[in-house]
Nanobody, 120 residues
């Protein structure tokens, strides 16, 4: 089975940066997208960012625009999330997801998650 493995989480002060990585063990689908979701206790699951594999089209939730950047390494089936100017409200477990399209990522293949904690 294809697996997604996230890394790069950690504890950073407000205003700091982290770079998350997610690598698929194999090509999840013939044509697909990958992205990031996050979830924290007491908060609803949130879409963070996504990227289509073929064209590299990117999508972000409004609260991270200008701070986060998603990118891909196509040959390695790897997606990155560069997170700058981190805020305490960014604290969450971040999950990588993959599916046939950006629109269906929420119900696609997810990784185990990596904890991001931003101290105030």
């Amino acid at each position: 089975q294809v697996q997604l493995v996230e890394s790069g989480g950690g504890l950073v002060p407000a205003g700091g940066s982290l770079r998350l990585s997610c690598t698929a063990s194999g090509r999840p689908f013939s044509s697909y997208a990958m992205g990031w979701f996050r979830q924290a206790p007491g908060r609803e699951q949130e879409f963070v960012a996504a990227i289509s594999w073929s064209h590299g089209s990117t999508y972000y939730r409004d609260s991270v625009k200008g701070r986060f950047s998603i990118s891909r390494a196509t040959a390695e089936n790897t997606v990155y999330l560069q997170m700058n100017s981190l805020k305490p409200e960014d604290t969450a477990v971040y999950y990588c997801a993959a599916d046939r399209a950006v629109q269906s990522l929420r119900t696609g293949l997810w990784g185990q998650g990596t904890q991001v904690t931003v101290s105030s």
